[in-house]
């Protein structure tokens, strides 16, 4: 993207900053980006007190030095003129969206005094916080002192938790984020729904062109002809929902053509035999009914992946809740990667280098003790495998708001999550909202969500304020990273750390914390980790000792390949086959589950990303809402001339329980199966504070009124819509 100058962005900006003598001249600050949750670093231009740039930090593992279009366009969120300005809180009737601007004391006074009714009416934990991002620390933090750990979020239950808890139950280890995928030494990939290019995931888009101009094979499966689609060798335009029968037809081939790593297998897993006798029935005749895919082309990718193994990559996906069945397609996935030794090999999956040690801040005073069941699960019982460390299941802390079991839920706060937008059955979230006592949201526009809400919490951007500490490691890389402001906060807005930090103090919890700025609570983990406070803070990040990533082996003295690698609890080797599955009622070897038939005259409704937008909260971002201000739904051409549609004609779509979407914009293309559309997540706002945004496009989630829960863990598949067009006004 061009470099948007300092002028245009002043015309867009709500108030424009005084220019202070003491600002004059060119300053380069680094921080780390927040568009998405992929942190990279970044350092900001700021003339004459102008916010004017970002750019990639070139010290950055993760940005190597560039960021996306997301993260360039990120600067435009500090101008948004339909940001939140003041607290506010509600007058009329919940969702009239009539409010009265309050001060902050205000504000949290009503918080605090409402959350000790609360509490002292039902106990701490029918208090909940859903949270997304590193801006929730704090919050959390005061929720803990409060007593209360029913804490969710959306990039979880709804997002990669399945994946998760597959790899987890079958080698033994998650994933992460950020993905151990060594897409960059690959040589074959294979990509299941993953939509790298739209999908933005910087370093995977980097590695992705990497692997491309090596010659790796790309091998993508899709109903839709994605831009990594576009890449690809062989490209399988798979019927929506039937992937797992595909992996366990390559599978079969794999075993019946004795093409998969046999050393690799007898010597790492457990249980092959019985695997490889469930395997027997999978075929790819059997496939091409459920998949729509060629047998021979089944055949052909299958031997494709045994032929550059172990440098093979099945990517295991981000956002697998798809059809409810997710975690054992995740598991067929890392199942799939087994067979093909490529869990802990070069061009497969590796495992980070170790992090540096940054201790956390050295609070005195203990959490309370108190109610530590969660009430996302009314039964003991309920999905067995949720049992991560970031496990609580959003829509269980929704149902127990609607049902008041396992115990009620009176009160929620919501921090950087925007619940009608990603939650499926939205009429559901406005029910439980509708018997809340207290709704805060913490937000930086008026959200749908904070049309609902009590109090609304104005928060500076990222651009504004400090923020936790970034500790990672990227490959062999170990990193330091931090976030630090930019420029001031245009209006009354605050950042987290103040916000979370007040609030405790009017609970009466000011003893949770010692500190008073976050420049002093930043100082003292930095320096208690023996870190060089002036370098961090002028060059953002400081880079540890980098460390092996591939597995140990016998036989193999490369460096990089020093990693112990630990395989699963229960039998220290790959699960082939689970016993920790059978034991719970479960398949402990993957089967298939056909998906629901789609009705007569309707589409599977297909949604997911574009380059310029995350989820549904940068559509008012003035920069990135000119390069993409609506969605459009793609419908195959043979299909819109059924219809006599062309492409920039309005639709709406109404989904099988009768919700008709906004309007929305026709996209004719060859590019996708005649059986689906697609739309890219996000659009579609309802709220009229995003006057930018409001009713442009459609939106997937008002659409995603049914679900399947899986079983295994209660990630909330929500790919089982479907849709007819409504043409005509
Ligand atoms: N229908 C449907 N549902 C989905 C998905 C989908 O594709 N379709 N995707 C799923 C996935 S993969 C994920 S990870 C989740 C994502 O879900 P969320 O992360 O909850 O994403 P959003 O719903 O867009 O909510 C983000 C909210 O944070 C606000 N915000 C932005 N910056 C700040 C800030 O600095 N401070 C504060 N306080 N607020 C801020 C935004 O304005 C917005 O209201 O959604 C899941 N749900
Ligand atoms: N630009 C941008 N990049 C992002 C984000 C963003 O908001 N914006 N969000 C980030 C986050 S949190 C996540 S989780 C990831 C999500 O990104 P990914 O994990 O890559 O993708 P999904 O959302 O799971 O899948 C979307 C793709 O799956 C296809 N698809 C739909 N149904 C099926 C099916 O049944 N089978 C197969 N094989 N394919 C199917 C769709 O056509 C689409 O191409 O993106 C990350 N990157
Ligand atoms: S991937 Fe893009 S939006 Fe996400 S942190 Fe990096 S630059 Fe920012
Ligand atoms: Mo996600």
């Not at 409402?114 to 934990?125: A, R, S």
């Not at 998949?291 to 052909?300: A, S």
């Not at 199942?335 to 497969?348: C, E």
């Not at 609902?452 to 504004?464: G, I």
Request: charge should be neutral; aromatic fraction near 10%.
């Amino acid at each position: 993207m061009a470099a948007t100058s300092a002028s245009t962005l002043l015309t867009q900006c709500s108030k424009k900053p005084d220019i202070d003598p003491a600002k004059k001249g060119t300053k380069l600050i680094p921080t780390y980006c927040d568009v998405c949750f992929w942190k990279c670093a970044a350092v900001a231009t700021v003339v004459d007190g102008v916010l004017t740039k970002i750019e990639g930090n070139d010290n950055d593992p993760i940005s190597n030095g560039r960021l996306c279009p997301r993260g360039t366009g990120g600067i435009g969120a500090h101008f948004d003129k339909d940001r939140l300005t003041h607290p506010l809180m509600r007058v009329g009737g919940k969702g009239e969206d009539k409010w009265k601007k309050v001060t902050w004391d205000e504000a949290l006074t009503f918080i605090a005094k409402k959350m000790n009714q609360i509490k002292e009416v039902h106990g701490p934990e029918s208090m909940a916080l859903f949270s997304h991002g590193v801006g929730g620390s704090f919050f959390k933090h005061t929720l803990k002192a409060y007593g209360s750990h029913n804490i969710a979020a959306p990039s979880y239950a709804q997002c990669r938790g399945p994946r998760e808890i597959g790899f987890v139950l079958t080698v033994g280890d998650e994933i992460g984020a950020h993905e151990r995928t060594d897409i960059k030494n690959a040589k074959t990939v294979v990509l299941i729904g993953s939509h790298l290019g739209e999908n933005m995931h910087n370093t995977q888009v980097q590695e992705f062109a990497h692997a491309i101009g090596n010659g790796a094979h790309i091998i993508v499966v899709d109903p839709r002809y994605s831009v990594a689609a576009s890449k690809a060798k062989d490209y399988l335009p798979i019927k929506p929902g039937t992937d797992m029968a595909l992996i366990l037809a390559w599978m079969h081939v794999l075993v019946k053509e004795e093409l998969y790593d046999k050393e690799y297998v007898a010597k790492y897993g457990f249980g092959f035999e019985a695997f490889e006798a469930e395997m027997e029935e999978y075929t790819p005749e059997w496939a091409f009914i459920q998949t729509g895919i060629e047998p021979d082309v089944i055949r052909k990718t299958a031997r494709q992946m045994a032929m550059t193994a172990p440098a093979t990559l099945v990517h295991p996906g981000r956002h697998v809740t798809w059809n409810g069945d997710d975690t054992q397609r995740s598991r067929a996935i890392a199942l799939l990667n087994s067979l093909l030794g490529s869990w802990g090999r070069k061009g497969g999956f590796y495992t980070h280098a170790d992090k540096m040690s940054v201790p956390k801040y050295p609070y005195s005073k203990k959490y309370p003790e108190g109610n530590y069941r969660k009430a996302d699960r009314p039964n003991e019982n309920d999905f067995p495998f949720a049992n991560g460390a970031h496990d609580t299941l959003s829509t269980g802390l929704r149902d127990a708001t609607l049902t008041g079991k396992p115990y009620p839920i009176k009160g929620w706060i919501t921090y950087g999550t925007n619940l009608l937008s990603c939650l499926p059955d939205t009429r559901m979230t406005i029910e439980a909202i509708k018997k809340l006592d207290l709704l805060v949201v913490c937000d930086i526009v008026p959200s749908e969500l904070a049309g609902w809400a009590d109090v609304v919490l104005p928060e500076s951007t990222y651009l504004e304020r400090h923020d936790e500490l970034s500790v990672g490691a990227f490959r062999e890389q170990p990193y330091v990273t931090i976030r630090q402001p930019i420029v001031d906060a245009p209006d009354d807005q605050k950042p987290n750390w103040w916000i979370g930090r007040e609030l405790a103090i009017k609970l009466g919890l000011g003893d949770y914390y010692p500190w008073k700025t976050m420049e002093e609570y930043l100082q003292t983990r930095v320096k208690s980790a023996g870190l060089d406070w002036e370098k961090l803070t002028t060059e953002g990040i400081i880079l540890g000792e980098k460390g092996p990533i591939y597995m140990k082996e016998e036989g193999n003295d490369d460096p990089e390949a020093q990693v112990e690698m630990l395989f699963c609890e229960d039998t220290d080797k790959i699960n082939f086959y689970s016993n920790a599955l059978k034991e719970k009622g479960f398949d402990p070897v993957p089967k298939y589950t056909a998906p629901d038939p789609l009705p007569a005259g309707s589409f599977h409704l297909l949604f997911g990303r574009a380059p310029v937008h995350t989820f549904a909260k940068t559509q008012t971002n003035p920069l990135l809402h000119e390069m993409m201000p609506e969605n459009e739904v793609w419908l195959n051409a043979a299909v819109a001339r059924r219809y006599g549609l062309t492409s920039n004609d309005y639709v709406k779509l109404k989904n099988q329980d009768g919700i008709v979407s906004f309007k929305v914009k026709v996209k004719v293309t060859n590019r996708i199966r005649k059986d689906c559309v697609f739309m890219v997540h996000g659009f579609g706002h309802s709220a009229r504070g995003l006057k930018k945004a409001f009713g442009k496009g459609a939106s997937d989630a008002t659409l995603v009124t049914k679900y399947k829960t899986d079983p295994i863990m209660g990630g909330t598949g929500m790919n089982v819509n479907f849709v007819t067009l409504e043409t005509g006004e």
